[in-house]
Nanobody, 122 residues
Framework: QVQLVESGGGLVQAGGSLRLSCAAS????????MGWFRQAPGKAREFVAA????????SSADYVKGRFTISRDNAKSTVYLQMNSLKPDDTAVYYC???????????????WGPGTQVTVSS
């Protein structure tokens, strides 16, 4: 019901910055929250940050607070992840995901993009 495509990943040195984008299409009117997740080699997928589509209320994992900022542009149906002070441990595939409100029923994070690679060298 919603399609997501991430962009903005790449190779950066430790201490550098990247801004990831996630463009949504389809039933974007139903988006309740958008989230960023990541999966490093040999590790499980983990939560990074999320934002409510209407009010812009944010939450983030402890390990990124003060370094990463999530934001959204409703007119462009796009969510961003500004990543500063990057560390080698931030190396992962970053995914965006949508949690939809279907007439008062939340789907959970059932809609995912294909991911974008972020590699931080030291």
């Amino acid at each position: 019901q919603v399609q997501l495509v991430e962009s903005g990943g790449g190779l950066v040195q430790a201490g550098g910055s990247l801004r990831l984008s996630c463009a949504a299409s389809g039933r974007t009117f139903a988006i309740y929250t958008m989230g960023w997740f990541r999966q490093a080699p040999g590790k499980a997928r983990e939560f990074v940050a999320a934002i409510t589509w209407s009010g812009g209320v944010t939450s983030s994992a402890d390990y990124v607070k003060g370094r990463f900022t999530i934001s959204r542009d409703n007119a462009k149906s796009t969510v961003y992840l500004q990543m500063n002070s990057l560390k080698p441990d931030d190396t992962a595939v970053y995914y965006c995901s949508a949690n939809l409100d279907l007439g008062g029923r939340l789907t959970g994070y059932d809609y995912w993009g294909p991911g974008t690679q972020v590699t931080v060298s030291s």
